[in-house]
């Protein structure tokens, strides 16, 4: 879909999925050691300290959103310069999408976390099922929906990624909260 839009769209993805993937790196740790810890602590029947492991690793992942974060917001045109200082349009589109997925991001801090706790506890169904739902039945149809229908254009594509992130996030919150991953059978 972004494709359609021409070259600029394309390269603006790209240069920004490939310059926040540094800030990636610490969701992929934080995740794995929360996955590790909670499966450790259900084997102890230790639920208690998983949600203490749940507070503390949140607040890791925003205090790293924020401070990993803040330096793409602030210098984002920059960022895209690194890649392509000649092209307007591919600056102004990487600029408006860095910004977005930072702002993501701080969902993606709470929503990281949860899953990672479902993972460790064996319960994989419902992150793959509202990752589902986030990308196929929330993040394309509001993509064509904003860019196509709406006539926004690709950066309609860039709100529809927000939103689909911080509608995973809130589903994600709302399984974690139900307690069912305490019981799941592995």
Known sequence: ??????????????????????????FG???TAVSTLTGQSLGRQDI????????????????LSVVIGL?????AREVVGIFEAENALVLDLGTSFIRLLVVANLATAFSL???AVMG????????????ILSNWVVKLPLAYWFAIT???????????????????????????????WIHAEV
């Not at 330096?71 to 210098?75: A, D, K, V």
């Not at 460790?120 to 990752?131: L, N, Q």
């Not at 594509?157 to 911080?166: E, G, K, L």
């Open 1 to 26: 879909m972004i494709a359609s839009f021409g070259p600029a769209g394309v390269a603006a993805f790209g240069i920004t999925v490939r310059s926040l993937s540094l800030t990636w790196l610490y």
């Open 120 to 131: 460790g506890a064996g319960d994989t169904r419902p992150p793959m099922v509202i990752a």
């Open 113 to 115: 976390v949860w899953g």
């Open 150 to 180: 709406l006539g926004v254009g690709v950066e309609g594509i860039w709100w529809a990624m927000t939103i689909s992130i911080v509608f995973e996030s809130g589903a994600l919150w709302y399984w974690y909260r139900r307690d069912r």
């Open 29 to 31: 740790a934080l995740s």
């Open 48 to 63: 208690a300290g998983i949600r203490v492991l749940v507070t503390k690793s949140i607040r890791l992942a925003m205090v």
């Open 71 to 75: 330096p793409y917001w602030i210098f």
